[in-house]
């Protein structure tokens, strides 16, 4: 099981990115962020970049490395498109959700810049850093897919966290230092915005 871990996890965060924002392609593709070009543009490289991650992930279970490779390259720069477009989003915001967000774009965009660099070095470390570091970026889109699947972000929501924490632990048999930080990061949000509640 554990040799379908990243497929798998790769296309659980894409079913997320599509069900997360239906409303903006499917359900009410009037609403005004659909005219705003930001929007529009963030919209394309987050959803290139969550699919690229299951195109890659395909790639190596054909055991594709040369193509693997060259795709990777694109990806790279669709991962710098992404974190332009998302950065204006947050810098001006200072509310305890985006502060939540936010921290774990660092952290998450520090493990994919790292994974980056290990990609000719520790092929397993090049491996976890750019899987948990994509899992990072998806509660944005998480958190509305929980409202539109239940409803609100309540106990399924903190579930899909805890699972999904815990199946990187199992995976590599042991707490690696990359999840210990990022739940760390992720329940210091949380904990701020219970804390922050009115």
Do not use: C
Request: proline content about 3%; aromatic content about 20%.
């Amino acid at each position: 099981m554990r040799k379908h871990f990243y497929l798998a996890l790769s296309i659980v965060l894409w079913l997320i990115m599509i069900v997360g924002f239906s409303d903006n392609w499917l359900t009410d593709i009037g609403q005004p962020s659909n005219s705003q070009p930001k929007f529009l543009i963030h919209a394309f490289f987050a959803f290139s970049w969550f699919t690229i991650l299951v195109i890659q992930n395909g790639f190596i279970k054909k055991q594709d490395f040369r193509t693997h490779m060259k795709v990777g390259k694109v990806g790279f720069l669709i991962y710098i498109g992404f974190l332009i477009t998302t950065l204006p989003l947050y810098l001006k915001e200072f509310k305890p959700l985006s502060i939540m967000v936010f921290s774990q774009l660092v952290f998450g965009s520090t493990l994919i810049g790292l994974s980056y660099y290990y990609r000719k070095r520790d092929l397993q470390t090049h491996k976890m850093n750019m899987m948990f570091g994509s899992f990072l970026l998806v509660q944005p889109a998480w958190d509305r897919a929980a409202g539109h699947l239940f409803g609100s972000q309540g106990l399924e929501w903190l579930l899909f966290y805890l699972i999904f924490f815990g199946l990187f632990i199992w995976y590599h048999k042991k707490l690696k230092w990359q999840v210990a930080t990022g739940f760390l990061i992720w329940a210091a949000g949380l904990t701020n915005i219970i804390l922050n509640m009115k």
